[in-house]
C-alpha cells in the first residue's frame, strides 16, 4: 500500500472519532480537499477530536499507485477506504514525492508515537533521557533500512515532519527532528549510531 501526503488544517466534526479538513496540491497545481475520520488520515494516536491539537498537522491517506511516468504518480484513493475529494474526485496526477510506501509511513508511524508519548521538553536537562529516545530512533531507522528503506527517501519523509514543527514554531520538537535527520544523512560524531555508511548530500 502506499499513502498520499496531505495538510490536516481545520476541524470539521469534533464528535468520536472526529473528522477533519486536508488538503493537497496535485502536478498542475490544482488543489483538491478531503472532508476525513481522524484516525483514517492521522498516524498521531494523541490527536484531539477536541479541537486541542495543533493544527496544521501531516495527513497521509491510503491508496494505489495506478501508473508512473517520469515523476508523476497516477494514484487512486478508492482503496482500501474509498476515499473521495469534496468534489467526487479519487484518482490523482502528482509528482512522486507526495506519495510514501507502506515502510516509510511505518517509519512515520514510529517516530510519531515517539514524539506522542514522551515529554521532549525534557531532554536539555535529562541526558540520560535523551540517549535512550536516541537509541531506541537509531533501532527504528536500522528496521526500516533492512525492510529496503532508502536514506534519500527516509530523509525526505522525515524534512516533512521538521518543516511542519518549524511552521508550528515547535523548538524542541523541531529539534529532536533535526537531530534524526542527522542520524539519517550520517552527520554524528559516534559511528555506533551510524546507519547508512554513505554521507547523504542534501
Request: aromatic share 14%; proline share 2%; glycine share 4%.
Amino acid at each position: 500500500m502506499n499513502y498520499l501526503m496531505v495538510n490536516i488544517f481545520d476541524y470539521s466534526f469534533e464528535y468520536f472519532p472526529g473528522y477533519a479538513v486536508c488538503k493537497f496540491t496535485d502536478a498542475f497545481g490544482k488543489t483538491h480537499y478531503f472532508n476525513e475520520k481522524i484516525p483514517i488520515i492521522s498516524t498521531l494516536k494523541t490527536f484531539s477530536v477536541y479541537k486541542n491539537t495543533i493544527l496544521p498537522q501531516k495527513g497521509y491517506i491510503a491508496g494505489e499507485i495506478i501508473n508512473t511516468k517520469n515523476d508523476i504518480i497516477n494514484f487512486s484513493t478508492l482503496k482500501p477506504w474509498h476515499i473521495e475529494t469534496n468534489k467526487n474526485i479519487n484518482i490523482f496526477c502528482v509528482h512522486e514525492n507526495k506519495v510514501i510506501s507502506e515502510i516509510e509511513y511505518i517509519l512515520i508511524k514510529k517516530i510519531n508515537h515517539i514524539i506522542d508519548n514522551n515529554d521532549i521538553k525534557i531532554f536539555d536537562n535529562n541526558c540520560c533521557e535523551y540517549i535512550r529516545l536516541y537509541k531506541e530512533i537509531n533501532k527504528i531507522l536500522i528496521d526500516y533500512k533492512n525492510s529496503k528503506g532508502t536514506q534519500r527517501k527516509a530523509y525526505d519523509t522525515i524534512m516533512e515532519l521538521y518543516k511542519l514543527y518549524n511552521e508550528q514554531n515547535i523548538e524542541e520538537k523541531f529539534d529532536f527532528i533535526a537531530d534524526i535527520l542527522d542520524m539519517i544523512v550520517g552527520n554524528i560524531g559516534n559511528r555506533e549510531y551510524l546507519i547508512w555508511e554513505e554521507y547523504l548530500k542534501t
